[in-house]
């Protein structure tokens, strides 16, 4: 929502300017312009991005528009689902878990929890190193450093989106540039002519050096930086969960878990100690329940 008001005001801002200084908005839609500064934007993200790079990025700008799905409902989601999933593993052992991990779509856990398991990304990380877990066989430190490695690597590559955007709005300004050139060649075939009529070519010419700026700093770099503040709130998801597994590789209570998970959170969408606490005893009453009922 907050990107299509930020388009509106940029626009609004440059051309509400530009009229008040008495300056006809007409000018400003030279197609032949759009067409030169679009297609050498689009030919050379073509060029330089190799396909499945490409449709990562595709995806990311998808996300852009919906905005930042890590919210404090769905931390609070994930703790819980940790905290029971965890809670599982201390009272009954790792091997009562094993149904749970190996087709998490089918677990009565993560059923609760829609995101998390429609996250492939994350779902994937938590079982791939619980699934480690019961094998057994890793010291907690080694576990530590194994999703150190996993999560740096997620990363790396979710960088890839953001990198290149970026150095699209780089290079848009020289794509203006090349816009503007080649109007001032057209102008130069005109020298002779009126001076309105070159006045009107040099103008034209102008307008693409104004759009690729327009188009690098208005548009392109702030789309670049919102969505690389949106891979960092994904980095904190994961951040949590890998905080929660290595925490119970220690041996911690599960309630402790939880609070070690919680301290990572960014405190905009962290839940309270209160609110955590409450999440906690909702998930101990229902597994209460269900055990009534099992034994009925």
């Known amino acids: 929502m907050f990107i299509f008001i930020g388009i509106a005001v940029v626009i609004a801002g440059v051309m509400g300017g530009f009229m008040l200084h008495g300056g006809p908005p007409a000018v400003l839609l030279q197609w032949s312009e759009f067409l030169i500064i679009g297609g050498a934007s689009i030919g050379s993200l073509l060029v330089g991005t190799p396909l499945p790079v490409l449709i990562r990025v595709m995806g990311n700008l998808a996300l852009l528009f919906k905005g930042d799905q890590y919210t404090k409902a769905e931390y609070l989601n994930l703790l819980k689902s940790q905290f029971e999933l965890f809670s ?8 009562n878990i094993e149904a749970h991990i190996e087709k ?3 677990s009565s856990i993560f059923k609760k929890n829609s995101f998390f398991l429609h996250n492939h990304h994350a779902l994937s990380f938590l079982c791939d190193s619980m699934k480690l877990m019961l094998g057994g066989g890793i010291a907690p430190h080694d576990l530590e450093a194994l999703l150190d490695a996993d999560l740096e690597t997620h990363h790396e590559e979710s960088a890839s989106g953001p990198n290149l ?5 780089d290079a848009l300004p020289g794509l203006g540039i090349v816009a503007a050139v080649l109007g001032i060649v057209i102008t130069m075939q005109a020298i002779d002519g009126p001076p309105a009529e070159i006045g009107e070519k040099v103008a034209a010419a102008l307008v693409g050096t104004f759009l690729g700026i327009l188009m690098s700093y208005g548009f392109v770099q702030p789309l670049a930086n919102h969505m690389e503040i949106l891979n960092q709130s994904e980095a904190r998801y994961f951040e949590c969960i890998k905080t929660g597994i290595v925490a119970f590789a220690k041996g911690n209570a599960p309630t402790v878990v939880v609070e070690f998970s919680r301290r990572v959170i960014f405190n905009e969408v962290r839940p309270s100690f209160t609110e955590l606490e409450s999440a906690i005893k909702e998930v101990r009453s229902s597994g209460s329940q269900a055990a009534q ?3 009925a």
């Open 104 to 106: 998490p779509e089918e």
């Open 293 to 295: 009922q099992a034994a």
């Open 88 to 95: 599982i593993a201390q009272r009954d052992g790792l091997i």
């Open 165 to 169: 955007m970026s150095k699209l709005g």
